[in-house]
């Protein structure tokens, strides 16, 4: 039993750390972007960095060690979407400020518009869990949530290597097409969703006779 809880612990700091590590994240890229690179301190590129990917491993994971270790619990089924949903929140932001302190104004555009469609797309699956927690719909995330974050969080890595990184290894058409693909998985989750509750959506707003 003891070792159970220890396991379920485990699993649930790996969910929970996500938030604090991409906060450490955006206060080192803000300092990094607005006096680090003026004064050659690169040392905090690479430690914002660590904290960003680091950040995004956890998000691998957490559900690994939950389905091995048996331990799966509806707490975490809530809270791991709410916490990607605070990835999104602090690191794209953070994305569209260092394109625009480099003068990058096509990657900022197309930034604002990957954050706008991100949060929005989340905002709305949120809306439809709440609709299917009312019917007992399990929120937990399905095949195409997943696949979305796969995809997401590496890219955001990837952006913020190429915006920031003092030796950049990556190309603008590189992120481009990676942007592209994210744009396409992000629509496909979406329509996967609203497939997936729009029965009770529909029940929601039937008449009552």
């Keep these: 039993m003891q070792n159970t809880k220890l396991k379920l612990m485990f699993v649930t700091f790996l969910t929970v750390v996500r938030f604090p590590l991409v906060l450490l994240f955006v206060a080192g890229a803000v300092v990094y972007s607005l006096y680090g690179k003026a004064l050659g ?3 905090i590129y690479h ?3 660590y904290c960003l990917a680091c950040s ?3 998000d691998l994971f957490d559900g690994y060690f939950a389905r091995r270790f ?3 619990t509806k707490f975490g089924a809530h809270a791991d979407p709410l916490i990607d949903k605070f990835f999104y929140l602090a690191s794209f932001p953070l994305l569209v400020f260092v394109a625009v302190r480099n003068n990058h104004t096509t ?3 197309i930034l604002l518009i990957l954050t706008v469609l991100f949060l929005g797309r989340d905002q709305w699956v949120t809306f439809l869990r709440s609709i299917g927690s ?3 719909v399990s929120g937990s995330a399905n095949w195409a949530g997943k696949l979305r974050t796969i995809i997401n969080f590496p890219l955001i890595c990837c952006i913020y290597h190429y915006e920031e990184a003092p030796h950049n290894i990556l190309n603008g058409t590189f992120i481009y097409a990676y942007e592209a693909l ?3 998985i992000n629509f496909l989750s979406l329509y996967v969703y609203t ?3 729009w029965p009770y959506v529909k029940q929601t707003i039937s008449l009552k006779k």
């Design 70 to 72: 048996n331990v799966e």
């Design 182 to 184: 994210a744009f396409g």
């Design 56 to 58: 995004a491993i956890t």
């Design 47 to 49: 430690v914002s960095f």
């Design 195 to 197: 497939k997936k509750y």
């Design 107 to 109: 990657d900022s555009v």
């Design 41 to 43: 301190k690169d040392w």
């Design 134 to 136: 009312m019917y007992n």
